[in-house]
């Protein structure tokens, strides 16, 4: 029909066939025993949601209601006895090593029963996201080994990331708004270190943690060019946990406030400055930044949308249950045809979340920042080496310079844009559109139950409120759809300009 | 809008708009903290003092005697600011309507011997249609009056107000039949306040009845009739409620829209923005015609008049819900927090929406009546 040229080609054309298909194209690369690993995550999941997560949500979101300085202490430590803080850890840093994108099946799960639960676990992962896309190893190599021991002595070490400031929270996830936007956390150069202050607000689990990953400028007039990345620790001089702020939903999970007066963070704990960027690429500060921050949100929108898919799921599961129980006119709700139908496009909603983190998560595994942890050959070497090695022979290479220049090189220098694009949009792909079926679907399983899914205690309304956080953080779904027309369609139209209105 | 078209209801318009600023604005997040945190008992009673708890109740029943446009400006202003207090006027209306209608002496004598706010108000399930409803009290004959028995959901006032009225089966009749409840009976067990959704200040309890006097209202087997004409009415006078919702969660956005910065300018200057707040705006305008239009339907009696009502009504929640999560977001992180108006918005425009029945059934319903 075609010759091969010619079919080549047609695809390379915009919409390019294997952006467009990625799945398609991917799935066979995956190292099979990958669908081995997350079939395991995902029945970890329901055994924790059988015997911790069912009987404690809404027990505890009601206990917030009751008592605002309420902390889940208890929680946070049972996570820990379950081994889920170092679960996605890779094994070279002390953890257990599960595939990273079990972690979205990990996070449906857990999220249809409860949002906040899953946020208490999985928003760690965040912070790992930011320590680990800073590339330095040195330090992820100490903070980590403190996560695995907060494991070992049931002391849990969890890492928050905090970049939203009181004045600047789209502004400070997009480079082409973050020299516009009112930044005011200010990093000054002294001998040894640099001295913050300034404050970090909505900081989820701000004050559960042990380490903060930080984000403070040189300076506030250009802080595209002049951020430094940090680590602070609980208890640091000058460094106080205020306020738990008053939200509406995922209330188990606490945001916090988080204030800085001059507060020394010495050298040793910084990990990505300006000057630090000369060291592994000619790249400008600027686009090492904004590769940074990107590298961050391709792997936690497509979270963000598994979150957004367990609302949906959990919604569904909770209107399924009661059109199944309930009678109208005499017979049982879930025979009539107009539920039928409203719980099938409730399913529908479902599923296409799923494809929709799944192929962001996708792009992450080939062309971004999973797709080392995913070749085949190294995947089996980090799955089956044992621990010993990798804590005599791998650990202590951690302390290098090479290995520091390796990491920054490997994530923040050699991905190419066309490929940072693909994840960074697909990822915000998944964000909003799993988001806002989340919200719907709550929508539609509140209308289907009237009155009795008003009550807390049938758990539908605390879904509702749960999910609209969803379609705030991690950039709003307006700014992700922003990020999706600048990374999928502008690049092929060079007259659409974002951001420039 | 509904003032627009009668200028005579100002005074009322004017009296909502005073009343919501001095008693309402400036506690409402903490009226909102029940069942965690005091009911706000005083905004109560001075709400019954200046007449909102009676508006469309006869003059010699106690009331102040108004119509449904009345009603519903009022609904509309306090729920701009706070519409708990709204959910408390519109199930007393709900009440006082069906009692009205069913035994006039026996309303005439409850409301108007009220002494106090609590035995002015009488509690009632206004979160269902009771025709729809599986699960509800037996009620048994008892010489000249009944007896009930039984288990009774969700019943809204149900912990602050003296009686109830509860609709009950009547063992050889059809239907259901509403009775007057004292809830002061030992027979009477409520449950704590239920935690709900929304509307936080105007409370629900679960109630058990356990051969508790009652006086019947209306004829036997007559409670979907009473309940039908009363909702078909009071239909609009939630959809002005949630008019009133979409009004504070536009007037919210507008105002942080014109002083939040992004980008170096006010968010407001960003075309997106505008595009989110001009579609808030176009079904504020839209819920505030259906709202007027369909009052003055009902009030010119005109042909199918309740189909407007409730066909504008679902038209008007849904609108509502779908705006309120635009609130929310055009204040990003802080439309999530409590410290501004946004979230509880949102969470009350859903708890509006199922007020007289679940949204498919009431549609239904609907369409059952067109098709005869």
């Known amino acids: ?501 | 809008m509904i003032t627009t078209f009668n200028p005579d209801l100002k005074p009322f318009e004017e009296l909502a708009i005073s009343f919501a600023a001095k008693e309402l604005s400036k506690s409402v997040e903490e009226h909102d903290r029940y069942p965690f945190g005091p009911f706000f008992s005083e905004v109560l009673d001075k709400a019954y003092e200046v007449g909102l708890l009676g508006i469309t109740l006869p003059e010699n029943f106690g009331g102040i005697g108004q119509g449904i446009s009345t009603l519903c400006t009022v609904l509309d202003h306090i729920a701009q600011v706070d519409s708990s207090l709204g959910g408390i006027i519109l199930t007393n209306a709900i009440s006082q309507e069906i009692m009205t209608s069913g035994d006039g002496e026996l309303a005439k004598n409850v409301f108007a011997d009220a002494a106090s706010s609590s035995s002015f108000l009488v509690a009632f399930p206004s979160f269902s249609n009771p025709g729809q409803t599986a699960n509800m009290p037996a009620a048994e004959r008892s010489g000249k009056d009944f007896t009930l028995k039984g288990r009774l959901e969700f019943l809204v006032l149900g912990n602050i107000a003296s009686s109830a009225l509860i609709p009950g089966r009547l063992s050889g009749t059809d239907g259901y039949s509403f009775f007057l409840v004292d809830l002061s009976d030992t027979g009477a067990k409520k449950s704590e306040p239920i935690f709900t959704l929304g509307l936080h200040a105007c409370p629900a309890v679960d109630v058990d009845l356990d051969g508790v006097k009652s006086r019947l209202i209306g004829a036997e087997g007559g409670g979907e009739a009473l309940f039908e004409a009363a909702s078909n009415k009071l239909h609009t006078a939630a959809a002005a409620m949630s008019a009133g919702i979409m009004k504070g969660s536009l007037g919210e956005a507008l105002a942080y829209a014109k002083e939040r910065s992004q980008g170096g300018r006010e968010i407001i200057n960003w075309s997106e923005m505008r595009m989110i707040l001009a579609n808030m705006a176009v079904k504020t305008k839209v819920a505030d015609l259906c709202v007027a239009q369909a009052c003055r339907a009902i009030e010119a009696n005109v042909q199918d008049w309740g189909h407007f009502s409730m066909s504008s009504a679902l038209h008007v929640h849904e609108l509502s819900c779908e705006l309120v999560n635009d609130g929310v977001q055009a204040l990003g992180g802080n439309g999530y927090m409590k410290d501004y108006g946004q979230e509880k918005r949102y969470r009350d425009a859903r708890q509006v929406q199922a007020f007289l029945g679940a949204a498919p059934l009431k549609k239904l319903c609907l369409i059952k009546e067109m098709i005869g």
């Open chain 1, 1 to 501: 029909m075609l010759s091969r040229s010619e079919v080549k080609s047609k695809i390379s054309r915009y919409p390019e066939f294997e952006d467009a298909a990625l799945s398609l194209h991917y799935a066979r690369r995956m190292p099979k025993a990958m669908l081995k690993e997350t079939q395991e995550v995902v029945a970890i999941a329901r055994k924790f949601n059988d015997e911790v997560g069912r009987p404690l949500a809404l027990a505890l979101d009601r206990k917030t209601h009751e008592d605002p300085n309420f902390f889940p202490w208890e929680l946070v430590k049972k996570a820990n006895e379950w081994g889920f803080y170092t679960m996605w850890v890779p094994k070279l840093f002390g953890g257990k090593g599960y595939n990273m994108p079990s972690l979205s099946y990990f996070v449906e799960e857990i999220g249809s029963v409860c949002l906040g639960i899953a946020n208490v676990i999985c928003v760690h992962y965040l912070g790992i996201a930011g320590l680990m896309m800073a590339g330095n190893a040195r330090v992820v190599k100490k903070v980590m080994k403190e996560v695995a021991e907060g494991e070992r002595t049931g002391n849990p070490c969890i890492i928050a990331l905090a970049i939203t400031e009181p004045t600047a929270g789209t502004d400070v996830e997009e480079i082409d708004l973050e020299d516009k936007g009112k930044i005011t956390c200010h990093a000054k150069k002294v001998k040894d270190g640099y001295i913050v202050n300034g404050s970090k607000i909505f900081i989820s689990m701000g004050h559960l943690s042990k380490w903060t990953v930080l984000y403070a400028y040189t300076d506030l007039k250009k802080s595209s060019e002049s951020t430094v990345i940090m680590m602070v620790k609980e208890g640091m001089k000058g460094f106080t946990i205020g306020t738990h702020e008053n939200k509406m939903g995922q209330r188990i999970c606490p945001a916090s406030v988080l204030t800085f007066e001059e507060c020394f963070i010495p050298d040793e704990l910084v990990m990505l400055e300006p000057s630090s960027v000369k060291k592994f690429t000619d790249q400008k500060v600027r686009d090492i930044k904004m590769r940074h921050i990107d590298y961050i949100v391709s792997i936690t929108r497509p979270a963000v949308g598994s979150f957004g898919t367990s609302a949906a799921r959990g919604a569904f599961e909770a209107a399924l249950k009661y059109a199944n129980e309930t009678e109208m006119d005499g017979k049982l709700m879930i025979n009539s045809e107009w539920v039928q139908c409203m719980l099938a496009e409730m399913y529908k909603n479902v599923r296409l979340g799923r494809l929709a983190y799944t192929e962001a998560n996708y792009a992450n595994q080939h062309r971004g920042v999973y797709n080392l942890l995913q070749m085949k050959p190294i995947y089996y070497m980090l799955k089956y080496l044992p621990k010993a090695y990798f804590d005599t022979v791998m650990f202590p290479l951690l302390d290098t310079r090479l290995a520091t220049w390796l990491l920054s090189k490997w994530y923040l220098d050699w991905q190419k844009p066309k490929d940072q694009h693909c994840c960074t949009g697909l990822g915000s792909l998944a964000k909003f559109s799993c988001t806002d079926i989340g919200v719907r679907n709550c929508q539609m399983a509140l209308e289907l139950m009237g009155q009795t899914g008003l009550r807390h205690e049938n758990g539908v309304e605390k879904i509702l409120r749960d999910a609209k956080l969803l379609q705030i953080y991690e950039g709003t779904n307006q700014l992700n759809r922003l990020n999706l027309f600048k990374s999928l369609i502008a690049p092929a139209f060079p007259k659409a300009r974002v951001f420039e209105e």
